[in-house]
């Protein structure tokens, strides 16, 4: 099955290409910075939490006598909830996005989640890059711990693929799964330790939190960018597996429906 979907891919690779570049130009069209919109926004982001945090509020984290170290923090989580929250609320509506061109194009349906996952890829490259020259103007820099970033990314893509295949297929014949997810990740969010320290939390609780696939996935990237550690990649064990049960969820689902969503759409 994964040998037969690569081969789908590769043939349609100049689809899957054409598309993201049309994708990205479409959304900076006509204005007047165009693709310099991608790196103000993270920018401006990184500036305001680091004058407002930093600065004005004086924000402490527990045991740290770093008057930058909260805003590292905090955008260390920040950016990588973004990607997850890019790639899950972008699948779930993806093939309701394209039910044109599904009911038009006779195209692998596949190479639609690929399109999602290297357009957020792509956003988050131009982030995390501003973000490093960041660390790295501000004497921060994370040293060799830096070689995990990828790893990390890509383990966090499995995830939000395959839970992103699974909202996508799902909300295509129930409407609802779209408006429903929107409302648990408001939760999902803050049951995620971005903006606090797990640290200043109940035993009990943290607990609970460790139930988070999330959990230990945001703490890595925090501990990677603010420390310089390297992961404990035991303890990413769980959303490994996860990842990976979505996925095999995701795919058996998707060629199940994938029949049956063209006539639903």
């Given at each position: 099955?994964?040998?037969?979907l690569?081969?789908?891919?590769?043939?349609?690779?100049?689809?899957?290409?054409?598309?993201?570049?049309?994708?990205?130009?479409?959304?900076?069209?006509?204005?007047?910075?165009?693709?310099?919109?991608?790196?103000?926004?993270?920018?401006?982001?990184?500036?305001?939490?680091?004058v407002?945090?930093?600065?004005?509020?004086?924000?402490?984290?527990?045991?740290?006598?770093?008057?930058?170290?909260?805003?590292?923090?905090?955008?260390?989580?920040?950016?990588a909830?973004?990607?997850?929250?890019?790639?899950?609320?972008?699948?779930?509506?993806?093939?309701?996005?394209?039910?044109?061109?599904?009911?038009?194009?006779?195209?692998?349906?596949?190479?639609?989640?690929?399109?999602v996952?290297?357009?957020?890829?792509?956003?988050?490259?131009?982030?995390?890059?501003?973000?490093?020259?960041?660390?790295?103007?501000?004497?921060?820099?994370?040293?060799?711990?830096?070689?995990?970033?990828l790893?990390?990314?890509?383990?966090?893509?499995?995830?939000?693929?395959?839970?992103?295949?699974?909202?996508?297929?799902?909300?295509?014949?129930?409407?609802?799964?779209?408006?429903?997810?929107?409302?648990?990740?408001?939760?999902?969010?803050?049951?995620?330790?971005?903006?606090?320290?797990?640290?200043?939390?109940?035993?009990?609780?943290?607990?609970?939190?460790?139930?988070?696939?999330?959990?230990?996935?945001?703490?890595?990237?925090?501990?990677?960018?603010?420390?310089?550690?390297?992961?404990?990649?035991?303890?990413?064990?769980?959303?490994?597996?996860?990842?990976?049960?979505?996925?095999?969820?995701?795919?058996?689902?998707?060629?199940?429906?994938?029949?049956?969503?063209?006539?639903?759409?």
């Amino acid at each position: 099955m994964l040998f037969s979907l690569y081969r789908s891919l590769h043939s349609y690779r100049g689809f899957i290409l054409g598309s993201v570049k049309r994708e990205f130009q479409a959304r900076y069209r006509n204005s007047l910075f165009g693709a310099l919109w991608p790196i103000f926004n993270p920018l401006s982001m990184i500036v305001v939490y680091t004058v407002i945090f930093s600065h004005i509020m004086r924000a402490r984290l527990p045991g740290v006598d770093d008057s930058m170290a909260y805003s590292v923090y905090l955008c260390a989580g920040l950016l990588a909830w973004g990607l997850f929250s890019e790639i899950t609320l972008r699948s779930q509506t993806m093939f309701l996005d394209n039910a044109n061109l599904l009911k038009k194009i006779s195209f692998p349906r596949i190479c639609l989640p690929v399109i999602v996952l290297i357009n957020a890829g792509i956003n988050f490259a131009i982030i995390i890059g501003l973000f490093l020259g960041f660390l790295l103007v501000s004497g921060r820099w994370p040293g060799m711990a830096l070689l995990a970033l990828l790893p990390l990314i890509l383990l966090q893509m499995m995830f939000c693929a395959g839970l992103g295949m699974v909202l996508g297929v799902l909300n295509v014949f129930f409407r609802d799964v779209g408006q429903l997810f929107a409302i648990c990740l408001q939760f999902w969010f803050w049951l995620t330790p971005i903006v606090y320290p797990m640290s200043i939390l109940p035993e009990w609780v943290q607990h609970l939190l460790q139930l988070n696939p999330l959990t230990n996935l945001i703490a890595s990237y925090q501990n990677l960018f603010l420390y310089g550690q390297w992961p404990v990649w035991s303890s990413l064990l769980p959303i490994f597996v996860a990842g990976a049960l979505l996925c095999v969820i995701g795919l058996r689902l998707f060629r199940q429906r994938v029949g049956e969503m063209v006539d639903e759409l």
